[in-house]
Nanobody, 123 residues
């Protein structure tokens, strides 16, 4: 059974930092592109960042480029999202996802999802 478990969310002031982690089990982790998505109340789930199997290629939404960094440790079956210079607009539930398909940004092409972790940025 595939499990993706996010951690590291919380409440932070604007300008602060958080590091999210997503521990994967039940899948051949190094064979999957990993993504982070977020969903704010009343909004659709949106792409944040993704990293390919080897970690050699990453992609970011324009809204987080230069502030967020995605990385992965295939030996630990874990993907990370370092979030710096946080803004109130970054407030959302953040989800980790895994896909075996050739995609990075498309929500519907991800195979597995975590339960999400809340990130709240106060002004």
């Amino acid at each position: 059974q595939v499990q993706l478990v996010e951690s590291g969310g919380g409440l932070v002031q604007a300008g602060g930092s958080l590091r999210l982690s997503c521990a994967a089990s039940g899948l051949a982790f190094s064979g999957y592109t990993m993504g982070w998505f977020r969903q704010a109340p009343g909004k659709e789930r949106e792409f944040v960042a993704a990293i390919v199997r080897s970690g050699g290629t990453t992609d970011y939404a324009d809204s987080v480029k230069g502030r967020f960094t995605i990385s992965r440790d295939n030996a630990k079956n874990t993907v990370y999202l370092q979030m710096n210079s946080l803004k109130p607009d970054d407030t959302a539930v953040y989800y980790c996802a895994a896909t075996s398909k050739v995609t990075m940004r498309t929500v519907t092409r991800y195979d597995y999802w975590g339960q999400g972790t809340q990130v709240t940025v106060s002004s």
